[in-house]
């Protein structure tokens, strides 16, 4: 709802009174064009249940994106949407929440989006902290423009840019993000895991900041064999468990390993981010007392004659 | 006045009984030098407000080295600046210096090297360097000295730092003040208009700051009334209408102000960061915010995603940093989202010169996004158009729904200029957002087939959920690969600059309405040009000129006005080819950027003169450069 500080008041948006509801077919868009067995039609899903559980406006809803099969995502809903340039989502995001904080801000990145050619402003947006769902859809490789390699591809990974396997090691978003000053949130879930994924969008759209969720998935063409044993074989995967993170009941029989790891420990968050010996889902880091750059920048209200009156008197140091 | 050939300064003297000798004089030029960080530029800018504040016309140029701390005593240090005053408006920087303070002889040198001082210039000049403990620097003096009796100059020696050694134990710190106070007693200005325009200039500091800077101000004042012999009168007419008097880019930012633009969002390059650091100072107090991004790319993203949320936004910077935001350019065209650009043009290619003035950024404001995207590029003349082009930035933008980018060099950035207070108009402030609801069947780009208008839906609008997108699309914002949608989109974008050409009148010629040569400019160089056309004017030759303000779309009416003149060229400050040098034909000629569009949109045979001086043309160059250009001319 509108903050009484905000520069918005008046301006039309539905009151408390507002009696309509939505189901997640009203947020449905244009039929998803990505290949059967995408990841990202699980996530699609996954937000729009959180959108109707929520309850969420569709015109105060607003989902930016940049370029990559992910960024394609906003086409496929009845919200506000901009699926904007390759890399730069996150300033694009940063403008419309920090003029209109009335509105809901959702941000989908593909790997190399977020992680490539965007992640200077990957790194500053963790540091702003501004109120947003992030979402790293990270399949490990560049699909949309046929197989290139990304920051996330694993080691040795053939492509056709690194057609003798990739070089490096890839890099770990979810070190990466905890590493930046002001980090809030970060979390990781995964496609094949549809009521951790729901639930960790739920923490995050809940979360008072800026939430990173890293959403682990496998692209059909290019990719189709990573986390295939953890795929397979639940017990490769440990659930972080705690009720200031994510929790799921219904997987505790699926999901044996399961480790109580409380939030708010940004030390042992970064150890467990490592993941040099396991896969991790769950939310590394949380801290709601991180300072937001939004409400750091929240300006009040000047109807015209006053900002006139303000501008007389400044015209007037300079008079002749 | 004699000009003094001896090769050491005067010393200076009292005053003859009868008192100093006045000249009395239409305009009068005065510089000011030191080494980099003694404050010229700072003692410069205060004597032309206060000479506006006056009644007097001004006009100021910075000389801006471009290193931080050059070494010091060296040609290469001299920092500075030039102020012309006048009983008229002044318009430009003019040819020469009549009088000069100087806080060493190697900056002089710099200046006089630039053949910027007049013949008969005036030059007070700080003296302990002529009888220093350092044989070198001794000797360097000596030798300057000798270099500077070529010409008729007349040097008056000034203790400078003896004399402010009296109230501050920093005179490298204070020396500006009291050559704020020489100059304050030369031209006969008033002592409280000087005091309250030092108390301006150091609000932000502690109050002694402002005050000992007085002090300073008062003995330089003092020293001129005991020891010269000459004073100069620029008598003044005070004007009719009120006045104020800021430099281009405070004058820009006070613009964005009152325009209803309540996001500034930039990455810091010179010359514009200055616009920023002003808004940074009051911005808040009207409910806006600058917001200092990561890079450039993200401070038009963030301006963008404000356009998109309901605001209009704007980012301010200069040519490198334009660079790095074509591709934001290219999105903002495509989905037709407002953006204002202010683009405060320096030197280029490449980092260029980043503190001086060039006009090099027009052709890349037109063209310097992948594909067809059509942008309004304008461009201020004067200070006082900075203010105004703002605004109007601001309402082509929101009404075409398109990037306009505004173009300011560093000559208007830094210059100071006093022009009439503007009365502003309540509709220019933006309300809130409009949250009205969408009527079924409207579509995000309902284009009007005639002039490719639509209206904006606004996130938060009821039934005007889409989602915008830089593919290319059709009416629903839905993407669409196939030929009509393409060339249909490109026709509506391309339209809307069609429809604001047929609302502006064509230019006015200054001058004849027909002749033998139009002059054309655009930018900063409206004043020196106009100075050059009436010299040459007063000379016979059949000369006018004409200065654009619209660069895209173009100013209607172009092709009939040039067809009055047996000749039509361009004068600009960026690079164009010489015909004559090796390899320049008229066939690989590269022409100045403004020709070019010229060329192309009149299929006039339009000539260019071009400089790149890293300075503003003076009214003498641009003069040679018509009589090379006349019809019939030998060059």
Redesign the interface.
Known sequence: MTQPSCSFLGCGVMDDDDDRSWVMEDYAGGVPKWCPGCGDHAILTAVERLLEAEQLPPERTVFVSGIGCSSRFPHYLTTYGFHGIHGRALPIATGVKLRRPDLDVFVVMGDGDCCSIGAGHWIHAVRYNVKMVALLLDNGIYGLTKNQTSPTTPQGHTSNTQPRGSYLVPLNPLTATLGVSNASFVAQTADWIPAHLYATVQAAFRHNGFAFVRVLQRCPQYTTDLFEAAVRNPDLVEMLVHPDGVEAPELDKIFKNRRVHDPKDLDMGRHLAEGFDRLRLGVFFRDESRQRYDDLRRQPVHTAQEKIARLNREFDKYAV | MSGSTTTAPRRARSPKAGGPVVLRVPEHTTEVVSDSGEGAQRCGQIFG?VS????NGAWTVEIIPAEIQPPARTPGSASGIRIRIGTRPMTNWGDAANVVVAFNEQVLLARHRLDALAEDAIILIEDQWETHDDEDIRKQWAEAMVELSTRGYRIIGVPMETQCLTVTDNPRKGKNMFALGLLCWIYGRDLDVAREAIR?QFRKKAKEVAESNIALLDLGYGWAEAHLDFRVDVPIEK?TE?????NGNQTLA?GA??S?M??C?MYPITPATSVSHYLGE?F??????V?Q???E???????????????V?FTVTSGPGLALKT??L??ATM?EVPLVVLDVQRGGPSTGLPTKVEQGDLLSSLFGAPGDAPKVVIAPATIEECFHLVITARRIAEALRCVVIVLTDANLATGVQ?FP??Q?D?RW?S??????PVAEGVKPYDWDPETGLSRR?I?????????????SHDEAS??AYDPESHERGCAMRSRKLAVLQQTLKPPEVYGEPEGDLLVVGWGSTKGAIEEAVDRARAQGLRVSSLHLRFLSPLEPGLAGIFARFRKVATVEINYSDRLGDPYITKESRRMGQLAFLLRAATLVDVDCWTRVPGQPLRPKQILEGIDAMMPGSQR
């Not at chain 2, 808040?284 to 915010?289: L, N, P, Q």
């Open positions: 407000m506006a504040k006056m009644g301006l004007p009120p006045m104020v008097v800021m006070m102000i009152a209803g309540e996001l969002a009051v808040e107090d009207f409910g806006g915010i917001h991004a990561e890079d790319i993200a401070a038009v993203g963030v301006a963008i995603g404000a356009g998109y949320a309901g605001k936004a591709e934001f290219g999105l989905t006093p207070r503007p502003f309540p402030q309300g809130p957002p409009d949250l009205r839906f996130p938060g609008q009821p039934g005007g959920m889409h989602t915008l997108t830089g593919l839905k993407v």
